[in-house]
Structure formats: C-alpha cells, structure tokens
C-alpha cells in the first residue's frame, strides 16, 4: 500500500488561475519528476519524463498528455533483472470539491468521480495517485530483457542466453514415440539406400 503522500509535493499544480479563466484555456506542464519508489514487484528507475495539457472544461480541467516512465522488473523468459519502458497515456477529468472563490464547505463532484480526480479545496490538481494507479497495473510478464531471450532450459533451469546447457536431449513424450519411431525407421532406411 502506497502512503498518502507519494511523490510528496511532486505532481501538484494549483489550477486556481485556470479554473479563474475562459473555458478553453490552457496550460502545458512538463514533467522530469523523479518518483524511485517501487510499485508492485517493479522498481521505477530514474524519472518520470512527458507533457502534458490542462483545459479549463465547463465541469473542471481536463489533463491530457503521455507520460514515461522506466520500471525494473525480471525478464519473463529468463528472470534476469532488466528494464522496461512504460507509456502513460493520460486523459482524465479532475473536478474541483469547491467552486472557485468558495472557501466554505466542500462541493463533492456529482456521479461516481473517483476521488483521485477531485481538485481539493486549495484548487491543488494532485496527478500523483493517477501516476500511480497507472504504474501499477503494468504486467510484469511483458519485462523482456531482449527480444531473441532463449530464456531458460526446462530440465535444469540454466539460463541459455550465457550458452548451451549439459541437458541429455529432452525424452520424447510417449505420446509422440509412435511418431518418433516413424522417423528413426525412415531416417535409418535413406542412409541404408545411400
């Protein structure tokens, strides 16, 4: 479980300005944030790089943009450490728990907003735990360290990408000796026809 305050004060914009002005109105943040915590089994290694846009919408301040991320995890065919680029696609609509220049109670968003998109009532846009949410539903399985991995040997687990393993050829499945035979016959009687 994550702590409230991931990323600290990273990732936090006060939109007061924004949601002051026109519907339409824009501004464009980058990103080089770094946030070397883990998220699930994957380690996030080095920053949080990307852009993105926040429009002022009639309802509250859309935010789109990509943001990349690099997670370390373990190959899925050989289990070495190695890393993985991840593309965070945002496009999500925060809204603000007070109407700007209300300082009094709060004004929950109407329908089912997740509370990660709510503007809180110092008008602060928090992408923290969106970032977060992301990250963690990366799949670990798709950490490739390469893309010709031979993985490892299934008899006795030697990793093949540092070479060749001592395993006896592997027996054939006796559901396959039939077959097996078939082809030993036929191989012994070319070279005897030679």
Request: aromatic fraction near 6%; glycine fraction near 8%.
């Given at each position: 479980?994550?702590p409230?305050?991931w990323?600290?004060?990273?990732?936090r914009?006060?939109?007061?300005?924004?949601?002051?002005g026109?519907?339409?109105?824009?501004?464009?943040?980058e990103?080089?944030?770094?946030?070397?915590?883990?998220v699930?089994?994957?380690?996030?290694?080095?920053?949080?790089?990307?852009?993105?846009?926040?429009t002022?919408?009639?309802?509250?301040?859309l935010?789109?943009?990509?943001?990349?991320?690099?997670?370390?995890?373990?190959?899925?065919?050989?289990?070495?450490?190695?890393?993985?680029?991840?593309?965070i696609?945002?496009?999500?609509?925060?809204?603000?728990v007070v109407?700007?220049?209300?300082?009094?109670?709060?004004?929950?968003?109407?329908?089912?907003?997740?509370?990660?998109?709510?503007?809180d009532?110092?008008?602060?846009?928090?992408l923290?735990?969106?970032?977060?949410?992301?990250?963690?539903?990366?799949?670990?399985?798709?950490?490739?360290?390469?893309?010709?991995?031979?993985?490892?040997?299934?008899?006795?687990?030697?990793?093949?990408?540092?070479?060749e393993?001592?395993c006896?050829?592997?027996?054939?499945?006796?559901?396959?000796?039939?077959?097996?035979?078939?082809?030993?016959?036929?191989?012994?009687?070319?070279?005897?026809s030679?």
């Amino acid at each position: 479980n994550w702590p409230n305050n991931w990323l600290g004060a990273y990732m936090r914009y006060n939109v007061a300005q924004l949601l002051k002005g026109p519907f339409g109105g824009r501004r464009v943040y980058e990103f080089n944030e770094d946030v070397s915590r883990l998220v699930g089994d994957l380690d996030v290694v080095g920053p949080v790089t990307g852009s993105a846009t926040f429009t002022r919408t009639g309802q509250g301040i859309l935010v789109v943009g990509c943001l990349r991320a690099i997670l370390r995890g373990a190959c899925r065919r050989c289990l070495e450490p190695c890393d993985l680029v991840v593309e965070i696609d945002l496009e999500d609509e925060f809204h603000p728990v007070v109407p700007i220049g209300h300082s009094g109670s709060s004004k929950v968003p109407e329908g089912e907003v997740d509370q990660a998109l709510w503007i809180d009532e110092h008008h602060v846009l928090d992408l923290s735990e969106v970032i977060h949410q992301e990250l963690s539903m990366v799949d670990s399985n798709e950490a490739l360290c390469r893309p010709d991995c031979a993985g490892l040997c299934p008899r006795c687990g030697e990793n093949r990408d540092r070479g060749e393993c001592q395993c006896d050829e592997a027996p054939v499945d006796p559901r396959w000796a039939t077959l097996q035979l078939l082809l030993s016959n036929e191989s012994d009687s070319l070279e005897r026809s030679d």
